[in-house]
């Protein structure tokens, strides 16, 4: 539970300038990509995406981080759930998954540990939404979508900057074959 957990990603509803500190911050279409120390030779990066209604109340917040199984991360979702019926997940029109667990709830909100295999990431990168299901304490359906624009070219730049700076580099541009006269 890298940024999400600690709070910092929630407090702010637009990212702060890079320069401003030695955070990483980069958007790719509707996600984030955010790294905690930019100089470090092992950084720790994930991506996500936050969500909060115009007066700032927080509505939902996805974070992933590559594993070597797919994509591992946290789900934030805000106070008044009925916490017991977990939340749902579904990639564009899949069937839903089987009812996510809260583990545990902080001042941000409500958190449910998240893993993706391979066969979902490659859903994920080729999907539109992510839907999120849940019910309130009243048992009325909340149901938020997540856009996933964006979502492949954040994941393909975090495990970049993960694996170091090599791999992090963008590709330069195939040259021309050589040809013989």
């Known amino acids: 539970m890298w940024a999400l957990a600690a709070g910092a990603a929630m407090a702010q509803t637009a990212p702060a300038p ?3 500190s ?6 790719h279409g509707d996600w984030q990509v955010v790294c905690a120390d930019k100089n470090r030779a092992a950084q720790t990066c994930s991506f996500l995406q936050e969500q909060a209604t115009k007066t700032g109340q927080h509505l939902v917040a996805v974070e ?6 797919g994509l591992t991360g946290s789900l934030v979702m805000p106070f008044g759930l009925e916490l017991p019926r977990g939340v749902t997940l579904q990639i564009d029109a899949t069937t839903p998954t089987p009812p996510v667990a809260f583990a545990t709830c902080i001042y941000t909100g409500c958190i449910a540990q998240l893993s993706f295999n391979r066969t979902q990431v490659a859903a994920l990168r080729k999907g539109t939404d992510l839907k999120i299901s849940a019910f309130a304490n009243d048992g009325t359906p909340i149901n938020l979508t997540v856009p996933l624009k964006g979502f492949a070219e954040a994941e393909d730049r975090t495990g970049g900057l993960i694996a170091g700076p ?7 541009a195939a040259a021309a074959p050589a040809t013989l006269q």
């Open 18 to 20: 890079a320069a401003a």
């Open 22 to 27: 030695n955070r990483l911050v980069e958007v």
């Open 64 to 69: 992933l981080r590559p594993s070597s199984a």
């Open 166 to 172: 090599a791999a992090a580099a963008p590709k330069p």
